[in-house]
């Protein structure tokens, strides 16, 4: 039985940058994470008007997607791109679910990492969260994506479900897509932050088996300006990761890879890169 969620039309005062119709549910508390929280929905341009149903994209850090009023740092304009690929035919309904602040590291990584080898990084070895990716992607499991196939008109197959976002974002998605490939089809990886498990997605990969769907995965050429090595490491472990994907039987109808020279780590580049990430993703 899924949770019935309300859903408020978004506030349009203040001068919020939202375009097209996006809404609010009512707090959906987690008992796994010990957090509630409302999800944004954004709804294709025909949506109220044609009688059919959409995919639906599952996407992380939630309140950076729509509103640049409410984002910690800018926004994905994935409601603009999404009215704009409405008119080459491309419609899905999109879900944001908000992070969990300074619990972030910890629900978007599956292991809890040491701190070994990121001397470079822009932060402290000492302090980087890890390990509750499992109990972040059981949530969306077995209740927001319930939630929200109650609520609206969805497509319901594998392939018209998927996980998208970036940095840790990211990497979440690529393990969420092995972990439940009975329930997504498709990953959107960008700028994803495999170092942050010091190895240790690569090796769950390698026991993984090949999962049909598709596969975006990007970085940019100089993620972190002030941490040379770090960049190196993105780009490095983002080429790694592709081909490792490749050896598993992913092909160019199944995978995809991008590499924005010059684009550092922020939601900018992620907007620049979303609307053919989406392409992919979704087109048929």
């Given at each position: ?11 349009l ?9 996006v ?33 639906v ?53 599956p ?6 080898g990121?001397e ?65 089809g ?22 993984q ?24 490491r ?32 922020q ?18």
């Amino acid at each position: 039985m899924s949770d019935t969620l309300d859903w408020r039309e978004y506030d349009l005062s203040e001068d919020p940058t939202v375009a097209g119709d996006v809404r609010v549910s009512s707090s959906l508390y987690s008992e796994r994470l010990d957090r509630e929280t409302e999800l944004l929905a954004y709804l294709p341009p025909s949506y109220d008007t044609a009688d059919r149903e959409y995919p639906v994209v599952y996407m992380h850090d939630g309140k950076n997607l729509f509103d640049d009023r409410i984002s910690y740092s800018g926004e994905w304009q994935v409601d603009e791109t999404m009215e704009t690929l409405a008119e080459e035919g491309i419609e899905a309904i999109v879900v944001g679910i908000p992070n969990a602040d300074d619990d972030r590291g910890g629900e978007y990584s599956p292991v809890e990492p040491t701190g070994a080898g990121v001397e470079d990084a822009p932060y402290d070895p000492d302090e980087l969260p890890g390990g509750d990716a499992d109990e972040y992607l059981a949530f969306l499991a077995e209740r927001v994506v319930p939630a929200v196939e109650d609520s609206f008109r969805t497509k319901t197959g594998r392939e018209y479900r998927g996980l998208a976002g970036s940095s840790l974002g990211g990497l979440v998605s690529l393990y969420g897509y092995f972990e439940y490939p009975d329930l997504f089809g498709f990953a959107g990886v960008l700028s994803p932050a495999f170092w942050w498990t010091e190895g240790q997605i690569f090796e769950y990969v390698a026991e993984q088996s090949h999962v049909p769907g598709r596969l975006y995965l990007d970085v940019g050429g100089d993620e972190m300006p002030d941490s040379p090595d770090l960049s190196a490491r993105y780009r490095e472990e983002a080429r790694e990761m592709v081909e490792q994907l490749e050896a598993m039987g992913y092909d160019d109808s199944e995978l995809r890879f991008v590499l924005e020279e010059g684009a550092v780590h922020q939601e900018a580049a992620w907007a620049r890169r979303f609307p053919d990430a989406a392409r992919f993703l979704l087109g048929e």
